[in-house]
């Protein structure tokens, strides 16, 4: 069983800064990519950002490229995401995920959140205007 806990949500106001960490434990975090999602009221799930099981290829949604950065630690089974340049429309609620194949390193799968088979409950962000 696969447990990911999403933390570092909260307000800010826009143009600020936020880092969110997803802890992952049950799986060798080091051979899967992981990805952050994320959903607002009414709207369907959204890619965010990933990146692959080594830490060597990041991928981005186009709305936050050059403002978000991911990263991992494999050695602590962590992922971050560093959000910087805030914008009311980034106001969701974030998950992370870990993706279903082991050593996957394609753009187009480590985009699809039908691709990743375990999910941590999420943590809201709000930006206010």
């Known amino acids: 069983q696969v447990t990911l806990v999403e933390s570092g949500g909260g307000l800010v106001q826009a143009g600020g800064s936020l880092r969110l960490s997803c802890a992952a434990s049950?799986?060798?975090?080091?051979?899967?990519?992981m990805g952050w999602f994320r959903q607002a009221p009414g709207k369907e799930r959204e890619f965010v950002a990933a990146?692959?099981?080594?830490?060597?290829?990041?991928y981005y949604g186009d709305s936050v490229k050059g403002r978000f950065t991911i990263s991992r630690d494999n050695a602590k089974n962590t992922v971050s995401l560093q959000m910087n340049s805030l914008k009311p429309e980034d106001t969701a609620v974030y998950y992370c995920?870990?993706?279903?194949?082991?050593?996957?390193?394609?753009?187009?799968?480590?985009?699809?959140?039908?691709?990743?088979?375990?999910w941590g409950r999420g943590t809201q962000v709000t930006v206010s205007s």
């Open positions: 995920a870990v993706h279903a194949r082991a050593r996957y390193n394609y753009a187009m799968g480590l985009k699809n959140r039908n691709e990743y088979n375990y």
């Open positions: 990146i692959n099981w080594s830490g060597g290829s990041t």
């Open positions: 049950g799986r060798t975090f080091s051979d899967y990519a």
